[in-house]
Each structure stands twice: as C-alpha cells, then as structure tokens.
C-alpha cells in the first residue's frame, strides 16, 4: 500500500539557518503530495501541494518539489524563523479517481522543528 | 477559521463510556475523513464518507463508527472506550482539485 516516510526528528535550527525535511513515498501511479504543518495546540494546517511530477509547491517561504524519478518531496525553506517551529507533516493521496473526491491521505510520521532565536 | 467545525474541542469520559464526536465540513465539501493521532501511532486513517455513504475504511476498530447525515455533517462514535483511545480525532473535509481542510480537532481523555 501506499506510505510516507519522512526524516527522522526532531530537527533544531538556529535562526536564519536553512531547513531541509526530507520525505519520500511508495505509492502506484501519480499521487498527490502536500506538506502539512502543525502548531502546537492547533490543527493541521495545509502548507503547500504539488499534483504532478516536476511541480513546485510553495508558500511562505517553503517549498518542495515533486521528484518521481526518486519518489520524494523534500521540504526547504532558506532561512527560518523562531515562528516556523512547529510538527511537518509529508502525506500523499492517490491518483484522483473518477474526478469526484481525493482518497484518504497518507500522513509520514511528522518531524518536529524548534528554531532558536 | 478553516470552515470545519469540529465539536467538542476537549472531552474527558471513563473507561467503557461511549462518546460521539461531530463534524461539520466545509461548504461545498462532499467527501469528510476521520483520522486519530496520538503519540505512538501517529496519524491514522479511520474513514470516509462521500457524500453520505462510506467510501473507504482504515485502521477504524469494531467499537467505532461513523455516518454523514444528509446536511453532509459527520459524527464518530466510540463506544466501549479504553485508556488506549486517548487521542487528539481530526476530521477533514475535501473537494476534488482542491484539497483537504482540517479541523482543529478533538481531544479525548480517557480515565
């Protein structure tokens, strides 16, 4: 079945440093890919997506890009901020079927990010 | 505010009580999914609905069970409940091209 496997955490930075996550997944076809965040205390909150090989998503000043010749979606962001700490998530969904709904996400095992000031 | 409504934020109950956790999607969303997380599992999938009728199952336990009404709105019900449950139950609604949307979920003490 499908799976997301993400570094392992928990991942501490300095401020301005630069963040890389790693994620890779296993999935048949073209699956979506997304990177999620969670602040503590909160919901996950949808961060960027990519729906094709090639595509870059990114928002805030992350991005990642859809790699199927690896078969990974490495989030970056070039300097972070104290604000950025928080648990990411890497999770796909199948091929879209029938154009009516996304099937049910898979989440990796999240890594946690602490930044310094 | 995402546009899911996830009711209640917070529930403490004892062992063997049944709960029922409710979710409203966003408008226009047709599909709604459940999903536990907790520390030792992480996030997992528990189920789907479309439209009212069920479109897949995860790793959903035989005392847990779910429906969406016809206003679309979502409720999960754990019955028989365990110290094990205690976990933070999300719910997230999707759109086909647009992606999901998560609620801010709620957290289940079991004691």
Known sequence: GDSVTQMEGPVTLSEE???TINCTYTATGYPSLFWYVQYPGEGLQLLLKATKADDKGSNKGFEATYRKETTSFHLEKGSVQVSDSAVYFC???????GGTSY???TFGQGTILTVHP | DSGVT???????T???QRVTLRCSPRSGDLSVYWYQ?????GLQFLIQYYNGEERAKGNILERFSAQQFPDLHSELNLSSLELGDSALYFCASSVAGDGYTFGSGTRLTVV
């Open chain 1, 17 to 19: 440093a630069f963040l």
């Open chain 1, 91 to 97: 999770a796909l969904s199948p091929a879209e079927a």
């Open chain 1, 103 to 105: 099937g049910k996400l």
């Open chain 2, 6 to 12: 996830q009711t209640p934020k917070h529930l403490i």
């Open chain 2, 14 to 16: 004892a062992t063997g």
């Open chain 2, 37 to 41: 997380q907790s520390l030792d599992q």
